[in-house]
């Protein structure tokens, strides 16, 4: 095998990957399985994902700290990502724990707050009631329910089941393609986590439900340049809309669990690839997520298609691959995170690796300051060492997708964190006083035998080649 990896290497005459380096960056969930874990999954996860669906302020505080503490003691910068919850809609409450609906079954939604029955229950938004009309179509619980809507009064919905099963109270409701009036991606419960995550220090901010690029502006007039941020796609209406989101945003996600209800779940490979195309070619880092090791909540390994697909995420030139409820709540954290590491591990070690990346995407030279691009060598031996006092330089690296890992020396700890979530970019906090800062790069990478350095810091730019046989 070894053999014949060689001969394709040949054949494609393309450099190797650097061995050993994962060029994506590995996201995770903390929750109630994995709050004690900080510090052992802080070794191999570069972004740390706050999810303010679930638990109180209080809680996101402490496990915060945790990761500060964690990078501090450890030297490692971790990006912190706060996730909010967005405009969820969802049902209410059931006199019974369940309800089973059949297929062809009449279900009412109304504004009646009595809890519900099998026969209609309470729907607590009067902005998506006014909006639904004849024909609309409702997926509740994650597309487990499917309603089409056959009759409206001011105060009901009237509905036929078109898929059945059991549902309880309080599930989630999606509206495929529907356009709310008013709707913004930020809630008063949204703002109230926004400030608390602003006071706390994040780095990145995703907003969940963009439906257009005003969403996002809003939001920046909020948060400044006090953290960046991510912009999920998971509607209908973003994808019509997507150009425009992503030159609005830091970064965008790819949310595949909203977004497979909003459409035809057959479609998601499409509007995946489309996301990562169009993200990768406007310069944004991008993030793909949801169920990609999700038999993993369960199981101690993961299954050969959830393997392939996170594979398949890396030659795309993703940015990053992120766990949700594998590692929130599942029963194997840390094997899931080890999984993920090996998955990506071994795509960047394929030597198709940089073609397939560049041919998915072609790298954008041309973001990198005048000249860099032409003296970079693709040799694996190469290290890249940029002094940096902002994120651009990184950010143009990995548009570049260079072939060789780029260690960023700030003296600035928010650029050091929001650098942890770029391709192929490995931060290091240093003095403000530190000289030679290429010394930190060996650390890092001691089997080096060339080191280009770029110092961003100085006006005008300088580049210099630092060599030997072994630094």
Same mark, same amino acid.
């Given at each position: 095998?070894?053999?014949r990896?060689? @001969?394709?290497?040949?054949?494609?005459a393309?450099?190797?990957p650097?061995?050993?380096i994962?060029y994506?960056?590995?996201v &995770?969930?903390?929750?109630?399985?994995?709050e004690?874990?900080?510090?052992?999954?802080?070794?191999?996860?570069n972004?740390f994902?706050?999810?303010?669906?679930?638990?109180?302020?209080? =809680?996101?505080?402490?496990?915060?700290?945790?990761?500060r503490k964690?990078?501090?003691?450890?030297?490692?910068?971790t990006?912190v /990502?706060?996730?909010?919850q967005?405009?969820?809609?969802?049902?209410?409450?059931?006199?019974?724990?369940t309800?089973?609906?059949s297929?062809?079954?009449?279900?009412?939604?109304? #504004?009646?707050?009595?809890?519900?029955?099998?026969?209609?229950?309470?729907?607590?938004?009067p902005d998506?009631?006014?909006?639904?009309?004849?024909?609309?179509r409702?997926?509740?619980?994650?597309?487990?329910i499917?309603?089409?809507?056959?009759?409206?009064t001011?105060?009901?919905?009237?509905? $036929?089941?078109?898929?059945?099963?059991?549902?309880?109270?309080?599930?989630g409701? !999606?509206?495929? #393609?529907?356009?709310i009036?008013?709707?913004?991606?930020?809630?008063?419960?949204?703002?109230?986590?926004?400030?608390? #995550?602003l006071?706390?220090g994040?780095?990145?901010?995703?907003l969940s439900?963009?439906?257009?690029?005003?969403? +996002?502006?809003?939001a920046?007039?909020?948060?400044?340049?006090?953290?960046?941020?991510?912009?999920?796609?998971?509607?209908?209406?973003?994808?019509?809309?997507?150009?425009a989101?992503?030159?609005?945003?830091?970064?965008?996600?790819?949310? $595949?669990?909203?977004?497979?209800?909003?459409?035809?779940?057959?479609?998601?490979?499409?509007?995946?690839q489309l996301i990562?195309?169009?993200?990768?070619? &406007? !310069?944004?880092?991008?993030?793909v997520?949801?169920q990609?090791?999700?038999? /993993?909540? $369960?199981?101690?390994?993961?299954?050969?298609a959830?393997v392939?697909?996170?594979a398949?995420?890396?030659?795309?030139?993703?940015?990053?691959?992120?766990l949700?409820?594998?590692? &929130?709540?599942?029963?194997?954290?840390?094997?899931?995170?080890?999984a993920?590491?090996?998955i990506?591990?071994?795509?960047?070690?394929?030597? !198709?690796?940089?073609?397939?990346?560049?041919?998915?995407?072609p790298?954008?030279?041309?973001a990198?300051?005048?000249?860099?691009?032409?003296?970079?060598?693709?040799?694996?031996?190469?290290?890249?060492?940029?002094r940096c006092?902002?994120?651009?330089l990184?950010?143009?690296?990995?548009?570049?997708?260079?072939r060789?890992?780029?260690?960023?020396?700030?003296?600035?700890p928010?650029?050091?964190? @929001?650098?942890?979530m770029? =391709?192929?970019?490995?931060?290091v906090?240093?003095?403000?006083?530190t000289?030679d800062?290429?010394?930190?790069?060996?650390?890092r990478?001691?089997g080096?035998?060339?080191?280009?350095?770029?110092?961003?810091?100085? +006006?005008?730019?300088?580049?210099?080649?630092?060599?030997?046989?072994?630094?």
């Open positions: 095998l070894e053999q990896l060689a @001969q394709v290497r040949l054949a494609h393309q450099a190797p650097a061995a050993g994962l994506p960056k590995l &995770a969930t903390l929750g109630p399985a994995s004690g874990l900080v510090a052992q999954l802080a070794k191999d996860v972004v994902r706050l999810n303010m669906s679930h638990g109180e302020q209080s =809680w996101h505080r402490g496990v915060y700290e945790k990761i964690t990078a501090a003691s450890t030297g490692r910068p990006a /990502m706060l996730d909010l967005g405009p969820k809609y969802r049902i209410g409450k059931f006199a019974t724990p309800i089973t609906l297929k062809g079954d009449i279900f009412v939604l109304d #504004g009646s707050d009595a809890p519900g029955d099998a026969k209609r229950v309470h729907l607590p938004h998506l009631m006014a909006a639904l009309q004849d024909d609309s409702l997926s509740l619980d994650d597309g487990n499917e309603l089409l809507v056959v009759g409206k001011p105060s009901a919905i009237t509905c $036929r089941v078109e898929v059945g099963g059991s549902l309880s109270a309080n599930k409701i !999606n509206c495929p #393609g529907l356009y009036e008013g709707t913004t991606a930020l809630t008063d419960k949204d703002r109230a986590d926004l400030r608390f #995550g006071e706390l994040v780095d990145w901010v995703a439900f963009v439906q257009r690029p005003e969403d +996002v502006r809003a920046r007039a909020i948060i400044g340049d006090k953290a960046r941020i991510i912009s999920k796609i998971e509607k209908v209406t973003a994808i019509e809309s997507l150009d989101i992503v030159a609005e945003s830091d970064a965008v996600m790819v949310a $595949r669990g909203d977004l497979g209800v909003e459409v035809s779940m057959w479609r998601l490979p499409q509007l995946q990562v195309r169009t993200a990768r070619a &406007a !310069n944004k880092p991008v993030i997520a949801t990609m090791l999700d038999s /993993m909540i $369960r199981n101690p390994t993961p299954t050969r959830e392939c697909d996170v398949g995420a890396v030659y795309m030139g993703a940015d990053g691959v992120m949700s409820g594998e590692t &929130a709540t599942g029963a194997y954290p840390l094997q899931a995170v080890a993920l590491k090996g990506v591990r071994e795509a960047c070690q394929d030597p !198709n690796f940089p073609r397939l990346v560049a041919q998915f995407v790298p954008v030279p041309s990198l300051p005048p000249g860099l691009h032409s003296i970079i060598s693709p040799h694996e031996a190469v290290v890249l060492v940029a006092n902002t994120l651009e990184p950010l143009a690296l990995a548009a570049a997708r260079v060789m890992p780029v260690v960023v020396v700030t003296a600035c928010r650029v050091a964190a @929001q650098a942890a770029i =391709w192929g970019v490995f931060p906090l240093a003095d403000h006083n000289k800062f290429t010394a930190l790069a060996r650390e990478f001691p080096a035998a060339v080191m280009l350095t770029v110092d961003d810091t100085a +006006v005008p730019q300088t580049l210099a080649w630092s060599a030997s046989a072994k630094l």
